[in-house]
């Protein structure tokens, strides 16, 4: 029943997270990562909507917002950066954590940004801006 469902999630989620961990390993060289990303941030539409100081993340140089809401045992978030990078790092992190729910979301950090190239994305945009998105949703 229920139980099972969730393993199935977990299991999901767990290998949805190690396959960009897979892809980011194979993609070693900054010039790959970062095209991988700037194509997934243009096919990323724009969500004006949270374009705002309500839903922006404080503390990074490059503009992110997160808008986060919940359903019983589910969390529900949008994305947005005015950076291509981000927006591709951003569009993994909804598909990773959007309806997870907060439990598997709080157990399984990104491990995928480890991989990806200080060269493509500055360790502050991951510390101020990309972490602080995750650890946004995985607490709300």
């Known amino acids: 029943g229920t139980d099972r469902l969730e393993q199935e999630r977990r299991m999901n989620f767990q290998g949805k997270n190690q396959h960009y961990v897979e892809l980011f390993d194979e993609l070693d060289d900054p010039d790959s990562q970062a095209e991988y990303l700037m194509l997934r941030g243009m096919k990323k539409p724009d969500d004006t909507e949270i374009r705002n100081d309500t839903y ?3 503390g990074c140089k490059t503009a992110i917002w997160l808008k986060m809401s919940t359903d019983p045992g589910r969390v529900h978030c949008r994305m947005d ?10 569009s993994i992190l909804e598909e990773l954590y959007e309806g997870a729910p907060p ?3 709080a157990e399984n950090p990104p491990a995928f940004l ?5 060269y493509v994305m500055y360790p502050e ?4 801006g990309l972490l602080k998105c995750y ?3 995985a607490h709300f």
């Open 114 to 118: 480890q991989r990806i190239s200080d």
């Open 81 to 90: 950066s005015d950076s291509l990078l981000v927006k591709g790092v951003l």
């Open 125 to 128: 945009i991951k510390t101020n």
């Open 135 to 137: 650890r946004k949703l």
């Open 103 to 105: 439990q598997m979301a």
């Open 56 to 58: 922006r993340i404080p």
